[in-house]
C-alpha cells in the first residue's frame, strides 16, 4: 500500500513568517501534485512536478520534488492570510490514473 | 464554464435509507472519480471511471455501495442501506488525461452527508 505522510498536520504561525510542509513515502511517485482546499470547497490543484529534483515557484510558493521522486516539500515565504487552508500532496505512479493523497496540512496564517 | 456540479449539497438522513450522491463533470473530460473525506481517514478514492466504465472500484468500502455512470455526464453514488459511520464529505472530480497518466483532478464543492 502507498502511503504519503504529510507534516506538520496542523500548523498556526503569524503572517509574515515562512514555513515549510513536508510529505514523504517510501515508495517512488511518477509525478506528484499538490492542492489546496478551503472550508466548505473541493481540492484545487497548486501545482504538479513530474521530474527528480524539480523546483517550481508559484508567487510565494516553491515546491521541490525529491531527487529519489518519493518526498516533496511546500514553502511558502512571507506567509498571508489568504495562505490559510489545507494543503494536500497527492502522488501517482508510472502508468496510474488514480492518486494517493496525504492526510493534509491544516494552516493557519494569524494577521 | 460551469465546473463539476455535484448534488444535494447537504444531506441528513436517518440510518437504513437509501442516500443518492450525484455529479456533472466538467464537458468533455473522460475520467470521473468519487472521493469521502473525513477528518480521520482523509481524502480517499472509492471508484473511478474512464470512458463511462468503471477501471477500479477497490476503495468501496463495501456492497452497501456502488456507483453508476450512465453517460459522459453524469454519475450517482449510491448508498443502500446508509450508517451512521458513512456521514462524511463526497467529492466527484474529473479529468481529462489519458488513461496512462493522472493529470490535474477538477473537484466540485462536496456533498456533505450525515447519517443519523
Known amino acids: 500500500t502507498q502511503l504519503l505522510e504529510q507534516s506538520p498536520q496542523f500548523l498556526s504561525i503569524q503572517e509574515g513568517e515562512n514555513l515549510t510542509v513536508y510529505c514523504n513515502s517510501s515508495?517512488?511517485?511518477?509525478?506528484l501534485q499538490w492542492y489546496r482546499q478551503e472550508p466548505g470547497e473541493g481540492p484545487v490543484l497548486l501545482v504538479t512536478?513530474?521530474?527528480?529534483?524539480e523546483v517550481k515557484k508559484l508567487k510565494r510558493l516553491t515546491f521541490q520534488f525529491g531527487d529519489a521522486r518519493k518526498d516533496s516539500s511546500l514553502h511558502i515565504t512571507a506567509a498571508q492570510p489568504g495562505d490559510t487552508g489545507l494543503y494536500l500532496c497527492?502522488?501517482?505512479?508510472?502508468?496510474?490514473?488514480?492518486?494517493?493523497f496525504g492526510q493534509g496540512t491544516r494552516l493557519t496564517i494569524n494577521p | 464554464d460551469a465546473g463539476v456540479i455535484q448534488s444535494p449539497r447537504h444531506e441528513v438522513t436517518e440510518m437504513g435509507q437509501e442516500v443518492t450522491l450525484r455529479c456533472k463533470p466538467i464537458?468533455?473530460?473522460?475520467?470521473l472519480f468519487w472521493y469521502r473525506q473525513t477528518m480521520m481517514r482523509g481524502l480517499e478514492l472509492l471508484i473511478y471511471?474512464?470512458?463511462?466504465?468503471?477501471?477500479?472500484d477497490s476503495g468501496m468500502p463495501e456492497d452497501r455501495f456502488s456507483a453508476k455512470m450512465p453517460n459522459a455526464s453524469f454519475s450517482t453514488l449510491k448508498i443502500q442501506p446508509s450508517e451512521p459511520r458513512d456521514s462524511a464529505v463526497y467529492f466527484c472530480?474529473?479529468?481529462?488525461?489519458?488513461?496512462?497518466?493522472?493529470?490535474?483532478?477538477?473537484f466540485g464543492p462536496g456533498t456533505r452527508l450525515t447519517v443519523t
Open positions: 515508495s517512488v511517485f511518477s509525478s
Open positions: 471511471f474512464n470512458n463511462n466504465v468503471p477501471i477500479d
Open positions: 497527492a502522488g501517482a505512479t508510472q502508468g496510474a490514473q488514480k492518486l494517493v
Open positions: 464537458s468533455g473530460h473522460n475520467s
Open positions: 512536478v513530474v521530474t527528480g529534483g
Open positions: 472530480a474529473s479529468s481529462a488525461a489519458g488513461t496512462m497518466a493522472a493529470g490535474e483532478q477538477y
